[in-house]
């Protein structure tokens, strides 16, 4: 563990997501690989619950939004006309004796001076001005830029014309297949495009868990406005805006950690005539989760020069042709899980016993319900709690089975994943008028008995509202 993530909370979530099977250390039995992390089997359920969250608000609520998958890799030529091969970079320093390499802004920013809007050259002068040594106490080099994409070779020669890069962003597999989506669904302005994905930076400190990592996923959306009507765009960007929050809403997170933040001009992307992020109380402090960037006609025109392929746009109305342009509002996914997490996280006492659980959403819940039969050698109460197990398979989705240790254990192990609902059968399920079955609550650990045909619309219910 590294040395900023010895937060108590972040120790505990990072413990807690190991021992329940949420996120492991990628290649753990190698030793790890530096910002990676591999989701098991209740990490991938969460995770995919918020894209299927997102998929469902972005793309099939909407008519006017188009989903892609485009390839990971792509055209060298991509990169180089969007401005990744010449300045997609953070600033770097590097110990002059251990040559290990460091983010300037990230130890600047450790002795309270405020990076933001400095150029290499201040960044190095701050460094110098504040006495700053390496962790290891050792001299620091000035202050570089550092290239994040990981290069590659594609097919069996390693010339030039070979290389390509992994995608630091989704983005530009959306905006290469502009003219396609063009070409075949013919949308009028203003549509989107939206896509699910991989990118990989190779950061210079990955940290803080899945908070920044080298390999991660984004859900992107690039939204093409007519760029001939300013109020109509200003209006547009405060509506993307708006939905980026309704999501972090559907998915439970609370509006009361989350900031909005307008970047200065000298802090945004290359391509960013506007940016919004939206930042989130994290354990470790108040940080990024999304943006939004007003990308102007930044990408679909030097796709244009560069490919000379025609990226424009005719308006039939007006007879106009022009290049559209791009509203992006950008979603980190390890970021929301990450978020999700960290507010779910809880401790409390039950029953004069301390207890951890995590308060997720029951929207994005990996396991909606648990069914224990009460005693595990007594075959007609597994019997019966199988055959439910089966139904509410069907009905709810996302069920566990679980017969093994005493109920508490198996409640706690449930509250520990989030649960929200755990239901006993137990010999009054069997034997009394009504087939009554005890339902918990996992928040207040209230129990109550409900007959086993209102089982199915009793949990629908709680679990939509
Ligand atoms: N297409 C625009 C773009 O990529 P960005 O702000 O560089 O913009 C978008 O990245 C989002 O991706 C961020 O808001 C963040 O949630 C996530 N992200 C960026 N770098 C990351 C990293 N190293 N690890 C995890 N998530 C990251």
């Not at 530096?34 to 299927?52: E, H, M, S």
């Not at 010339?159 to 962003?169: G, M």
């Not at 509203?327 to 990450?338: A, H, K, N, S, Y």
């Amino acid at each position: 563990m590294k040395k900023e993530d010895k937060n108590p909370i972040m120790e505990n979530l990072i413990s807690l997501s190991k021992r329940r099977g949420f996120i492991f250390q990628g290649s753990e039995v190698y030793g790890g690989l530096a910002g990676t992390w591999d989701y098991g089997p209740l990490g991938v359920t969460l995770k995919n619950n918020i894209k299927k969250a997102w998929w469902k608000r972005f793309v099939d609520d909407r008519e006017d939004m188009y989903g892609m998958d485009a390839a990971i890799l792509m055209n060298q030529n991509v990169w180089k006309a969007s401005g990744h091969v010449g300045g997609f970079a953070d600033p770097l320093v590097e110990d002059k004796k251990t040559k290990k390499r460091y983010r300037a802004d990230h130890l600047l920013e450790e002795v309270g001076v405020d990076p933001k809007g400095m150029t290499l050259d201040m960044m190095s002068q701050a460094l110098k001005d504040k006495k700053i040594k390496s962790p290891e106490g050792n001299e620091l080099s000035d202050v570089r830029q550092f290239n994040m994409m990981f290069k590659t070779h594609v097919g069996a020669t390693e010339d030039e014309s070979a290389i390509s890069y992994l995608r630091p962003e989704t983005a530009q597999g959306m905006f290469v297949n502009f003219k396609n989506v063009m070409d075949t669904f013919h949308p009028r302005l203003p549509f989107g495009m939206a896509q699910i994905g991989k990118a990989f930076r190779n950061e210079i400190a990955p940290r803080d868990f899945i908070f920044r990592t080298r390999e991660f996923e984004q859900m992107e959306i690039e939204y093409f406005v007519d760029p001939r009507n300013e109020t109509e765009v200003n209006a547009t960007i405060d509506a993307l805006y708006a939905e980026q929050l309704a999501f972090l809403s559907d998915i439970g997170l609370d509006s009361k950690r989350i900031h909005k933040i307008e970047i200065a001009p000298a802090d945004r992307a290359h391509y960013s005539k506007r940016s919004i992020d939206t930042e989130f109380d994290f354990p470790f402090g108040q940080k990024e989760l999304l943006g939004l960037a007003y990308r102007t006609d930044y990408d679909l025109k030097a796709h244009t020069e560069a490919s000379g392929t025609d990226l424009s746009y005719f308006d039939e109305e007006s007879k106009a042709r022009f290049i559209p342009h791009c509203i992006e509002p950008t979603f980190g996914l390890d970021r929301l899980v990450l978020a999700v997490l960290s507010q779910a996280y809880t401790e409390d006492e039950l029953g004069g016993e301390k207890r951890v659980y995590l308060k997720l959403s029951p929207r994005i819940a990996p396991v909606k319900v648990a069914i224990f039969p009460l005693l595990k050698n007594k075959e007609a109460l597994t019997d019966k709690a199988r055959e439910l197990y089966k139904v509410l398979r069907t009905e709810i989705g996302a069920v566990e089975y679980d017969e093994a240790g005493s109920i508490g254990k198996r409640y706690r192990r449930q509250d520990e994943i989030g649960t929200p609902f755990c239901v006993t059968i137990d010999f009054e399920t069997i034997e009394k008028d009504g087939n009554p079955v005890t339902v918990r609550d996992r928040d207040t650990g209230g129990q109550e008995k409900i007959p086993l045909k209102d089982l199915v619309s009793y949990l629908s219910q709680k679990l939509s509202s």
